[in-house]
């Protein structure tokens, strides 16, 4: 089971899911109608669970992104100062060698 990959994982779950989901609607009592109307009300309900995460997923995202850029934008002003600083020692010893 270490050998497979989480994507395998996932689908043979989805598959299970699926094939259950087929053996309860043939094995139920209730009627077509009921049983449809069950599945559209899970439905739109996981559809709305679908979209709720998504929204927390893209906000999560977002967040990590404005973190990671405004990491960068330091790390470029540290660097950038760095920069500065170095040309500005061999500028003065460049000088002072002369004199």
Do not use: C, W
């Amino acid at each position: 089971m270490s050998d497979e990959r989480p994507a395998d994982v996932l689908l043979a779950f989805g598959i299970g899911v699926i094939a259950g989901a087929v053996a309860a609607l043939l094995l139920s009592p209730a009627s077509g109608e009921e049983n449809r109307r069950f599945l559209r009300e899970r439905a739109e309900g996981l559809k709305e669970k679908v979209r709720e995460r998504s929204r927390e997923a893209k906000g999560q995202m977002r967040e990590q992104a404005d973190h990671l850029v405004a990491g960068v934008k330091s790390q470029a002003g540290r660097v950038s100062h760095a920069i500065e600083e170095g040309k500005k020692a061999y500028t003065e010893g460049a000088t002072s060698s002369r004199g």
